[in-house]
């Protein structure tokens, strides 16, 4: 792509995006999302993100950001590893400034507006979203496991152990 839209600190240029349609994947790794590696038992997973960019039809720059991939977190109750899906789309439209902003019984569901500013940080918008759609205390399923006091056995620990891995 002659002008790349977004620089090596994964600063999206959100005009030039979306006035050009653009689209483009790229790959996070967890350890560049420090904010979010804090909540996350590993940080040895990727996401996957897709950026698209286009205009409302009030000629408003639009984002439209797919993360998929796959983290680990802590089972609230029996402290194993836990694998959590992320299959998360949103979109943000940005306007010139916060006169424009839409009143709050104008907005559209699932869309979030925003200020437009000189560039958006993609890592800032993914972990916000990460961690929005991560469960406030994530466990297995109920009756699934146990709380270690109870005794958990080392057979399903080994099965948590396995089935917590980063890939899809
Ligand atoms: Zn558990």
Redesign the pocket.
Known sequence: MPNDPIDREFRLDVAAIARERGTFELKLPIAELPRLAGTLSSDACELAVQVTGDTTRRREPRITCIIRGSVVTD??????P?QQRIDIRSQLVFVADETRLPAVEDEEPEVDYLVLEAALDLRELVQDEVILALPVAP??APG???APASG?GTESRSA?ATLARCTE
């Open positions: 089972c609230q109750r029996c402290l194993e836990l466990a297995h699934a496991c146990q958990v948590f």
